[in-house]
């Protein structure tokens, strides 16, 4: 039996526990207004959050992938032949960039050359023609800038069972810009000290036209070597370099014979041969007319040369000297004692033309006007400031045997003086020189192959060039 306390206990718990129920359940039916705004700004929270936690892991994903398609790339390249054995290697050794494997087998490095002028004639014949200062078309003042030189140059070897140099030069024609092959040259050692060499390049005769362009004391190269160099050539070299001595010996296609088809030669054949003894110092020190401070205290070098090449079987014509009979020879001098350094040369050319027998006797030839042609250069330099300020003095004479009869003196002599500025070595150099015509009463005929000696390649604005003309020159050049 329930006793009455018992059951009002009861029943007063059971109606509290339904109104607690039901308080309960109305409030969360009808939240308040400041509840809502809470929550709103919560879920707003906690979507932004999501968003920014979605966006980091995108990034890093996409990093991740980057990294393995890198990793990816790189393994395939190590599959590949032609980096199986080793991989290659690139960089610039200080001096030139490169690409090399890593074993050694293949080697290129790329360098190139600028060189641009300022150039200003003084010139009292008329730019490009003979002139006179009455003539109308009379110019005593013409200037102007030039792109002397542009070259890119890639040189190296290949080991293809035995080790093959080579050596390309691209050069930008400095009338028109155009690209131009100027050597191409493939080499090998044979023997201790010997090596082969067959391509397009220059022959062994001038010391001043085998020093390179950018190795030069004035702006340029002499007037006389511009008169007597045989330039390049199709040729087979065989040199050779011991501690005291060196020479080369060349079998080619003739002076200044370039690229060539058969039948096209001027020449039928041509042979060059160079010596040259080394009397103080080193090879490496006579490669340029500088006396540097980190050479030895004497540098010194004799050599000389011959050229000779048979003239093709119809050189009869007076205007085909090219295809002449020639002989040409010089001997030289370096020696440079610091901060002194002087250059010396004599040289001779001489054609001998077929000509065209006499109808009336075969042993008498017509038609011949055969040239005997001599020229000599001295030039000195000395250091003022080592290593930097390098003044300089060019003395000429060149006789070009003019063959002409109209009783003027056909030989002429010139003299350049200027100075160097050296910023780093011959890669970044200022020169500024002036040549004067010291003494030039008859004007000078081209050379055998038509190479006139007041070329635009060394300033000259013409070939109405007489006695006192000036020549301003201005240069900087840019190795790399």
Same mark, same amino acid.
């Given at each position: +039996? ?48 999501? =968003? ?58 790329? /360098? ?9 004639? $003084? ?30 140059? &890639?040189?190296?070897?290949? @080991? ?10 691209? =050069? ?23 090596? *082969?060499?067959?391509?397009? $390049?220059? #022959? ?22 511009? &008169? ?23 079998? !080619? ?11 096209? %030669? ?21 490669? %340029? ?23 093709? /079987?119809?050189?009869?014509? !007076? ?7 020639? $002989? ?18 004599? +040289? ?28 000599? +250069? ?13 003044? &300089? ?8 045997? !003019?063959?002409?009869? @109209? ?5 002429? +002599? &010139?003299?350049?003086? /200027? ?15 002036? *040549?004067?015509? #010291? @003494?030039?009463?008859?004007? *000078? ?36």
């Amino acid at each position: +039996m329930i006793r009455p306390s018992q059951w009002y206990r009861g029943m007063l718990s059971s109606v509290l526990l339904l109104g607690v129920g039901a308080f309960s359940a109305v409030s969360a039916a009808e939240p308040s207004m400041d509840v809502q705004s809470e929550i709103k700004a919560l879920k707003a929270e906690v979507a932004r959050l999501r =968003a920014k936690d979605d966006e980091s892991w995108l990034t890093e994903r996409r990093a991740e992938e980057v990294k393995t398609l890198i990793r990816e790339v790189l393994s395939d390249a190590d599959t590949r032949a032609s980096l199986a054995e080793g991989g290659v290697t690139a960089g610039h050794n200080g001096k030139n960039f490169y690409l090399a494997s890593e074993d050694g087998s293949f080697l290129m490095i790329v /360098g190139g050359q600028i060189q641009m002028r300022y150039v200003h004639n $003084f010139d009292t014949a008329g730019t490009g023609s003979a002139a006179g200062p009455d003539s109308e078309d009379f110019d005593d003042d013409d200037g102007g800038f030039q792109v002397r030189r542009s070259k890119l140059k &890639f040189k190296g070897h290949v @080991d293809a069972g035995r080790k093959w140099t080579y050596e390309i030069v691209l =050069a930008g024609k400095r009338d028109d810009g155009l690209v131009e092959m100027e050597d191409a040259i493939i080499g090998t050692e044979i023997a201790d000290g010997w090596d *082969i060499e067959f391509g397009k $390049f220059k #022959m062994p005769f001038l010391r001043t036209e085998l020093v390179s362009s950018s190795k030069q004391l004035a702006v340029d190269r002499a007037i006389v070597t511009e &008169f007597f160099t045989i330039d390049r050539s199709e040729q087979i070299q065989l040199n050779y370099q011991g501690e005291m001595f060196r020479g080369s010996v060349s079998l !080619n296609d003739g002076a200044d014979s370039e690229f060539t088809i058969i039948g096209s %030669d001027a020449a039928e054949v041509g042979v060059a041969a160079r010596g040259e003894i080394l009397l103080a110092g080193s090879w490496k020190s006579t490669g %340029d007319f500088t006396a540097w401070s980190k050479e030895e205290d004497l540098v010194a070098s004799l050599g000389g040369a011959i050229f000779y090449q048979v003239g093709d /079987g119809y050189n009869a014509d !007076n205007s085909s000297e090219s295809e002449a009979n020639y $002989f040409a020879w010089t001997v030289d001098g370096l020696i440079k004692v610091k901060p002194f350094s002087i250059t010396a040369a004599f +040289m001779g050319g001489h054609t001998e033309l077929d000509g065209t027998p006499d109808p009336g006797d075969d042993d008498v030839l017509t038609n011949v006007a055969n040239r005997d042609m001599y020229g000599a +250069m001295v030039q000195a330099g000395v250091f003022l400031i080592p290593d930097k300020l390098q003044p &300089f003095v060019r003395y000429e004479w060149l006789d070009p045997d !003019n063959n002409d009869t @109209d009783g003027l003196d056909d030989k002429a +002599m &010139f003299l350049t003086f /200027g100075a160097n500025y050296y910023f780093k070595g011959h890669a970044a150099k200022f020169t500024g020189d002036v *040549i004067w015509v #010291m @003494d030039l009463e008859d004007s *000078i005929v081209s050379n055998p192959w038509g190479n006139s000696p007041f070329s635009d390649g060394l300033g000259f604005s013409g070939d109405g060039v007489e006695e006192d003309t000036l020549v301003a020159r201005l240069q900087f050049q840019l190795l790399f």
